[in-house]
C-alpha cells in the first residue's frame, strides 16, 4: 500500500490549470532535476502512483492528466490530437518555469514523446536532457491494437464506446497485462471511474485516433527516436500490443540502444513490476 493507492487522494494533492478555458489536473512534487510523466490510453497519470516515490526523491516531478483523461476536462468537439496534447504538456512547463527537464512516457505517452522530441530537433521545443519509454508504439508497422480498439476507431466507435460496460472495460484492460501480473480488483475499478469522469467514456473514439496520426506522423515521429536526446526502452515483452515484438523492430533500426526486456510482464509495466521499471531508471542510483 503507498499513499495514493486511491486516485482521490491522488487528485488531492495535485493542481488544476485552467489552459484556454480547459481545466487540466497535474502533480508536482519532489526537488531537482525537472522530470515529466506522460501517461498511456485509456487510463491517467495516476498510473505512475507506485513509482512515485522513487521519482520524487530523485527530481521535481510534474505529471498531468492529458485533455479527455482522467480529472482533466473532457468537452465534446475538443482537439484530442496527439499534437494539440504536446502543445498543452508545453504551455503547462511554461507556465511552471521548466525549460529543461527528463521524460518519462508510457504508451499514449509514448506518441506525445515522440511530436516532443521532434520540435527539439526541430530546434524549438523543451531542452529535453533524455528520454525513457515504457510500452508504446513507436512504429505504426508493429502496434497490434486490440479487437476493441479497431471497433472504437471505427464508425461504430460511438456506438461501442457509448454500450462498453465495466465488465467489458476490465476484460479489456487485463488481457493486456501479462498473465501473472494483472490488475486488482480495486485497481480495476479506479479505472474505468477516471474513465466514465465527466462523460469521459463518450470521448474515448475521439482518442483513440491517435492511432491513426502515428500513421500520418510516422517519418516525423520515427525520426524524432535518432535526435541527439537519450532514449532508453523499459518494456513488458509480454505485452500483445506494443511488447517485444516492437522492440524486435526498434533494435533492428536502432542497435546498441539502451534497452530493458521486462520479460515477465505485459503493458503496464510500472503497475505490474514498479521495483523493475525503478531499477532500470536509475540503475547506479
Not at 233 to 244: A, C, E, F, K, Q
Request: with cysteine; net charge neutral.
Amino acid at each position: 500500500m503507498t499513499l495514493y493507492d486511491n486516485p482521490e487522494t491522488w487528485r488531492a494533492s495535485g493542481s488544476t490549470w485552467d489552459c484556454d478555458g480547459l481545466p487540466i489536473f497535474y502533480k508536482q512534487q519532489g526537488s531537482g532535476v525537472p522530470l515529466v510523466c506522460l501517461h498511456g490510453f485509456p487510463t491517467a497519470s495516476w498510473d505512475f502512483y507506485k513509482i512515485w516515490p522513487a521519482l520524487i526523491a530523485r527530481h521535481s516531478v510534474l505529471a498531468l492528466d492529458f485533455i479527455g483523461f482522467g480529472y482533466s476536462a473532457k468537452p465534446a468537439g475538443a482537439d484530442y490530437s496527439i499534437v494539440n496534447q504536446a502543445d498543452i504538456v508545453e504551455a503547462l512547463m511554461a507556465k511552471l518555469g521548466i525549460r529543461r527537464a527528463h521524460l518519462l512516457c508510457h504508451d499514449y505517452g509514448v506518441s506525445v514523446g515522440q511530436e516532443l522530441l521532434a520540435r527539439k530537433a526541430d530546434g524549438d521545443g523543451v531542452d529535453w536532457i533524455d528520454c525513457t519509454m515504457l510500452n508504446g508504439g513507436l512504429f505504426p508497422e508493429t502496434h497490434r491494437p486490440r479487437f476493441i480498439q479497431r471497433l472504437l476507431l471505427s464508425p461504430l466507435g460511438p456506438l461501442v464506446a457509448k454500450f462498453t460496460s465495466k465488465n467489458r472495460f476490465d476484460k479489456n484492460l487485463r488481457a493486456v497485462f501479462g498473465p501473472n501480473t494483472p490488475p486488482s480488483e480495486a485497481e480495476l475499478d479506479h479505472y474505468w471511474t477516471l474513465l466514465i469522469r465527466n462523460r469521459g467514456r463518450e470521448r474515448v473514439p475521439d482518442l483513440i485516433r491517435y492511432m491513426t496520426e502515428r500513421k500520418v506522423h510516422r517519418e516525423r515521429w520515427v525520426s524524432a527516436l535518432d535526435s541527439d536526446v537519450p532514449i532508453r526502452i523499459i518494456n513488458g515483452t509480454l505485452d500483445p500490443v506494443s511488447g517485444g515484438h516492437m522492440v524486435d523492430r526498434y533494435e533492428e533500426l536502432f542497435p546498441g540502444r539502451d534497452v530493458t526486456r521486462l520479460k515477465h510482464i505485459g503493458h503496464y509495466p510500472h503497475m505490474e513490476d514498479p521495483n523493475a521499471v525503478v531499477g532500470a531508471l536509475f540503475p547506479s542510483r
